[in-house]
């Protein structure tokens, strides 16, 4: 009950809301409405405790604690972590807490680092200070979404792009190009003894592969190694798309709450200076904080999704030595800005060692060492006094910026979520080339392992002396082929083809030439049908023989 002035103050803000004495809610107007009632409605016991509180510096952290342990989660916000801080940044700057010493460091800052802008002053060629600290706060709105510039002026317009481009990042095109890009050669969410071993089985797969076409006949030993290859293929392909859609399923579902939420959030983006911007090339660093705002608000909204769990919280650890610049469209593309000074800025804060650029030229590593270089202290000359021979010695340490150079916001995640894995790359190059030809030797496979029925010969034969039509029944003609043996005619070996029109079996045509020097009879001759083996380009040996007939049966065939 030793703060029972603020619940006071507090449902006094809320009745007025709702009676429509006040024309913003508690949380939004909680400044102006602390004004009023601290000056004209605040009872003589009030304004005691109040300053019976603010006597002593420890009575000050007392009520701080309070605010936090009981305030906060007594009320509607209690989801929401920065709704406290923002109430306390508000009120730090009204009677009587402008005068309280612990509310000291609620006035300069939210506690909400983010990921700073580079804003250049007026004909600056790049300074330090260019390089603006912004913290992004996510409040429950009374009305539509938007973002409140706080301690800077900038046009709506420009404001309302950053945000639908941060929306997108949630529930549009910007959230399929990064489940795309992450697809194609993120890092996965498993150990690394996990992700050695599947490259592992992938490089299997690869060589069965090369084993089967350019290694000796498998022969005996061909559906062994063909069974080893579908399974291995098939738990690999099964174990990827599993993940994958697994990942993609609830950063989907993770990224339509934070839309959600966006819709009903006012984001409040914070730059002290007092600057009214000109340009839109703080647009991307603006989007990306009113992202980091949302999960700093309620870390639960991505608790079930990996992607932005690790990206959100590299953002919140990491953010302090990252700055952005570049003008993003609705749809998340970056376009291109006056790059040199602001790199130089950049170069010369000690905290920065990253900036997210748009993908131009003066971006690149070269461009920035060259500045770096140019940025660098001159080493002065050495001293060759002996007399200075036992003093300390000091060695500065070159400045050191990467430029991150990005298309689209959802490049800027991929680069700051560390999604980017060259092994990963490697994998998914070499498993996707593997299942391509996967794909193209189904058939081959699948016929070595579940061969097609035996066929039947069937009619019509020719009527040809000098040819044998072999005619079978069967739908994979491509599978069998025909072999004539006899000591009257030379051998041959013909693959069975499909015919062209309709209702016509496929058959193999065998021209009949006669041996040399025969030895037995014209019509002694056995016509075997034979199992073709291949894989891809490869044809293996002749495989099981599955029928045998006679010359004399099959030229009487449909004759008779």
């Not at 007026?122 to 409040?139: C, F, I, P």
């Not at 792009?161 to 549009?172: H, I, L």
């Not at 990827?240 to 934070?258: D, E, F, N, P, S």
Request: glycine residues 6%; proline residues 5%; charged residues 20%.
């Amino acid at each position: 009950m030793q703060f029972v002035w603020f619940w006071t103050f507090w449902h006094w803000s809320k009745e007025g809301f709702q009676d429509g004495f006040l024309l913003r809610s508690p949380i939004q107007g909680i400044g102006g409405h602390w004004d009023e009632w601290f000056r004209h409605e605040a009872s003589a016991s009030d304004l005691r405790a109040i300053e019976e509180t603010g006597r002593t510096e420890s009575s000050q952290r007392q009520f701080i604690a309070w605010f936090f342990r009981h305030w906060a989660r007594e009320t509607n916000w209690r989801e929401n972590r920065m709704v406290p801080r923002f109430v306390l940044g508000q009120l730090a700057h009204l009677p009587p807490f402008n005068r309280w010493t612990a509310f000291d460091k609620y006035r300069e800052q939210y506690g909400a680092r983010g990921i700073s802008a580079v804003v250049l002053s007026a004909e600056s060629k790049g300074e330090a200070d260019d390089v603006r600290r912004l913290e992004a706060l996510a409040l429950p709105s009374d009305s539509n979404s938007s973002i409140v510039p706080e301690g800077f002026q900038a046009d709506s317009a420009e404001l309302e792009v950053s945000r639908q481009a941060a929306f997108s990042v949630f529930r549009g095109k910007g959230l399929l190009y990064f489940l795309a890009l992450w697809t194609a050669g993120g890092d996965r969410p498993y150990a690394r003894w996990l992700k050695i071993l599947v490259g592992l089985g992938w490089a299997t797969v690869a060589g069965l592969i090369l084993y089967l076409l350019f290694g000796p006949d498998a022969g005996e030993h061909l559906v062994a190694l063909s069974a080893t290859l579908v399974s291995l293929w098939s738990a690999l392909t099964l174990f990827a798309v599993g993940m994958i859609c697994t990942q993609v399923i609830r950063a989907w579902q993770a990224g339509k709450l934070c839309g959600e939420r966006l819709q009903r959030s006012e984001v409040r983006l914070r730059m002290d200076g007092g600057l009214t911007l000109k340009g839109e090339s703080a647009g991307l660093a603006f989007s990306l904080n009113t992202l980091l705002s949302l999960y700093r608000a309620d870390s639960q909204l991505a608790q079930r999704s990996w992607l932005w769990r690790r990206l959100f919280r590299r953002l919140c650890t990491q953010a302090g030595s990252w700055a952005a610049t570049g003008v993003i469209t609705a749809d998340g593309r970056l376009k291109s800005v006056v790059l040199q000074p602001k790199l130089r800025a950049c170069l010369q804060r000690p905290d920065i060692d990253h900036i997210l650029t748009p993908n131009q030229r003066d971006a690149t590593r070269k461009s920035v060492d060259l500045m770096v270089k140019a940025v660098s202290p001159i080493a002065p000359a050495p001293i060759k006094s002996s007399a200075l021979r036992a003093g300390w010695g000091f060695a500065a340490e070159e400045p050191r910026l990467q430029s991150h150079r990005c298309r689209h916001v959802a490049q800027a995640l991929m680069v700051f979520g560390g999604f980017h894995s060259k092994w990963q790359k490697a994998i998914s190059a070499l498993a996707v080339l593997v299942s391509c030809a996967m794909l193209l030797a189904l058939p081959d496979l699948r016929s070595i392992l579940v061969p097609p029925p035996a066929p039947v010969a069937v009619a019509p034969s020719s009527t040809s002396p000098y040819y044998l039509w072999v005619s079978l029944d069967t739908k994979a003609p491509a599978r069998f082929q025909v072999v004539l043996e006899s000591e009257f005619w030379s051998n041959r070996r013909v693959r069975v083809l499909p015919q062209r029109a309709a209702n016509v079996p496929a058959r193999a045509e065998i021209l009949l030439h006669r041996l040399p020097t025969p030895t037995g009879r014209e019509d002694d001759a056995t016509i075997w049908v034979e199992r073709r083996l291949q894989f891809l380009t490869r044809e293996y040996a002749a495989g099981e023989r599955v029928g045998c007939y006679s010359l004399a049966y099959l030229t009487r065939l449909g004759h008779e």
